[in-house]
């Protein structure tokens, strides 16, 4: 009898934590959605160009980057490009058009690079000033654009598309990846760079990637996996470690774990 009591207690104790836990999530996740989007202030939208477009030699700071050597922090989408191409399969004897969805494009130097080797290129973003962005590129193939150089004095660039890009495979459209359309289709590539831990609901995103990728396709993740609580909320989070156990209680363990049930790893 004391057993049936305390187990009952211990149940109510739980149902009331994980009630108001749910409860909790579903506030943040309100209160997250109508904050305003950071990503959609011009300033953004400039650095955003210098980072993806951006190269160390053509600015101010160029002593600076070579002194630190982080110049490798330059043509990272580029990278994220070539590595999708390298890691995802090429049928041969296939007549299907290859597809590629960059999920968090931003200013879209992936998307634009994916159009190299696939035949159809996605790039969605939440941001309306990012995707106004990426459309102007695609239309104009260069674009001024200014950063700080220091205080108040502001160093102007021109990015140019590169003759390998193909613009006419690329398409961009604002989009939420924690609830994409459900007419997006299959793609033999799916890119999410740096994206997974500035969702409100990362897990929503994740839940969906198995309908998303094609059968040998791939899904490529980069993060740093920062879960910065001006994007996630943490009542969230913490739902998710009650649900994946306190073992997964480091963010990338529990994206691997996530992922993992729908994916093998190649890299
Ligand atoms: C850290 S940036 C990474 C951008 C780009 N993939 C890169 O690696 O440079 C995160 C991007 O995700 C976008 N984003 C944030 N929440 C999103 C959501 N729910 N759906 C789609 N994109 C989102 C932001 O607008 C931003 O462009």
């Known amino acids: 009898m004391v057993g049936t009591y305390t187990v009952a207690a ?26 305003k989007n950071v990503y959609e202030t011009s300033k953004l939208v400039d650095e955003y160009m210098y980072l993806h477009y951006g190269s160390p030699q053509a600015s101010t700071h160029a002593d ?18 070539i590595f999708c191409d390298k890691y995802c399969p090429k049928e041969p004897r296939s007549t299907e058009s290859r597809r ?6 931003a200013v879209g130097r992936s998307t634009f690079e994916l159009s ?19 459309l102007l590129l695609k239309e104009k193939k260069i674009l001024d654009f200014s950063i700080v150089s220091e205080g108040d004095i502001y160093e102007k ?7 390998s890009v193909n613009v006419d495979r690329v398409k961009f459209q604002v989009g939420d990846a924690c609830n994409l ?3 997006l289709g299959k793609f033999d590539c799916v890119l999410a760079a740096n994206l997974i831990c500035r969702l409100y609901d990362s897990m929503l995103f994740i839940k969906r990637l198995p309908e998303l ?14 879960w910065l609580t001006s994007f996630t909320p943490k009542v969230g989070l913490l739902f998710y470690y009650i649900l ?8 990338e363990g529990m994206v691997i774990c996530a992922v993992g049930t729908f994916f093998s790893f190649l890299h």
Request: hydrophobic share 35%; glycine share 10%.
């Open 100 to 105: 590629a969805l960059d999920i968090g494009c």
């Open 64 to 81: 600076w980057y070579n002194n630190f050597q982080i110049k490798d922090g330059f043509d990272f989408p580029l990278r994220c490009a």
């Open 181 to 183: 359309p459900k007419t």
């Open 116 to 134: 190299q080797y696939f035949e159809e290129v996605i790039g969605i973003d939440y941001s309306q000033a990012f995707i106004d962005q990426c």
């Open 157 to 163: 660039h021109t990015t140019t598309l590169s003759s």
């Open 244 to 251: 994946f156990s306190f073992l997964m209680i480091l963010g």
């Open 213 to 226: 990728v094609k059968e040998n396709g791939i899904l490529v993740l980069t993060a740093p996996y920062t």
């Open 10 to 35: 211990i149940s109510g104790s739980c149902g009331f934590l994980l009630g108001g836990t749910l409860y909790g999530y579903y506030l943040c996740c309100k209160a997250h959605k109508k904050k």
